[in-house]
């Protein structure tokens, strides 16, 4: 928080999240979610998951690289390359305990719309060579799931026959909250001297991101595939794909 002549001003992180509870909100009430805490996501809901969500960690893979190169201080890229290094671990762990098909199959799971959309989302930034417009889009996810798993937990919902306990335990607790932390400190001092239309076109992109989370979890529970795109335009099936 900053202040001018005595009027506290938020910074350009607190704009951020101030302006993405909404969105949050949505995202904790979601069908999904709802299904998380009682316990009765279906198989084919939590599959759909965990291979669309292994195809979204391959494009983040790809973002944390470009914010290595794209850094300017090294402390930035240490940090980068270090969540990088736990985010190749901590997925394949925690992804194979939550699902009962053939690991090979669901890691080579087809990328369906929602995923392609927020991913082509995620990679469409890299092309500034800005961190500042790369890690908004990237934080925004990182920023929902932390405050999405300080939900779950704060529930007391989520027991150990749940398939999402392990990956709730893995992820509770400070560590991956300091990471979201130390990444809304590096938007803010990225966004010292910007042009206000440049932050508003971050902020645009990282409150995209925040929605594109929740068409990601609906469109997980729904399991939507580009089959059911294209019959829906071509058929005229008139199913509820978004």
């Given at each position: 928080m900053q202040t001018t002549l005595g009027v506290e001003q938020m910074s350009f992180s607190q704009e951020l999240i101030t302006e993405a509870q909404p969105y949050l909100e949505a995202v904790k009430h979601s069908d999904f979610v709802k299904a998380i805490l009682a316990n009765n996501l279906s198989s084919e809901a939590l599959d759909y998951y965990v291979g669309q969500d292994l195809q979204y960690g391959d494009i983040e893979t790809k973002?944390?690289?470009?914010?290595?190169?794209?850094?300017?201080?090294?402390?930035?890229q240490r940090n980068f390359a270090e969540l990088l290094s736990n985010h190749l671990?901590?997925?394949?762990?925690?992804?194979?305990?939550?699902?009962s098909q053939n690991w090979d199959t669901i890691r080579t799971?087809?990328?369906e719309p929602v995923t392609y959309i927020y991913t082509h989302h995620l990679l469409d930034p890299i092309k500034?060579?800005?961190?500042?417009?790369?890690?908004?889009?990237?934080?925004a996810g990182v920023w929902v799931y932390v405050e999405l798993i300080k939900y779950l937990d704060?529930?007391?919902?989520?027991?150990?026959?749940?398939?999402?306990?392990?990956?709730?335990?893995?992820?509770k607790g400070d560590d991956y909250q300091?990471?979201?932390?130390?990444?809304?400190k590096v938007l803010d001092r990225l966004a010292v001297k910007q042009s206000q239309?440049?932050?508003?076109?971050?902020?645009?992109?990282?409150?995209?991101s925040?929605?594109?989370e929740w068409y990601f979890f609906d469109a997980s529970f729904k399991q939507i595939t580009w089959g059911d795109w294209s019959r829906n335009a071509l058929e005229g099936s008139r199913e509820e794909l978004l």
């Amino acid at each position: 928080m900053q202040t001018t002549l005595g009027v506290e001003q938020m910074s350009f992180s607190q704009e951020l999240i101030t302006e993405a509870q909404p969105y949050l909100e949505a995202v904790k009430h979601s069908d999904f979610v709802k299904a998380i805490l009682a316990n009765n996501l279906s198989s084919e809901a939590l599959d759909y998951y965990v291979g669309q969500d292994l195809q979204y960690g391959d494009i983040e893979t790809k973002v944390q690289a470009y914010l290595i190169i794209y850094s300017k201080r090294f402390a930035d890229q240490r940090n980068f390359a270090e969540l990088l290094s736990n985010h190749l671990g901590i997925d394949e762990a925690v992804f194979k305990g939550m699902t009962s098909q053939n690991w090979d199959t669901i890691r080579t799971a087809k990328m369906e719309p929602v995923t392609y959309i927020y991913t082509h989302h995620l990679l469409d930034p890299i092309k500034t060579g800005d961190p500042l417009n790369i890690l908004a889009s990237f934080e925004a996810g990182v920023w929902v799931y932390v405050e999405l798993i300080k939900y779950l937990d704060d529930t007391g919902k989520v027991a150990a026959d749940n398939p999402f306990y392990g990956w709730l335990d893995s992820l509770k607790g400070d560590d991956y909250q300091n990471v979201s932390d130390g990444f809304l400190k590096v938007l803010d001092r990225l966004a010292v001297k910007q042009s206000q239309a440049h932050l508003d076109k971050v902020k645009q992109d990282f409150l995209r991101s925040c929605l594109l989370e929740w068409y990601f979890f609906d469109a997980s529970f729904k399991q939507i595939t580009w089959g059911d795109w294209s019959r829906n335009a071509l058929e005229g099936s008139r199913e509820e794909l978004l």
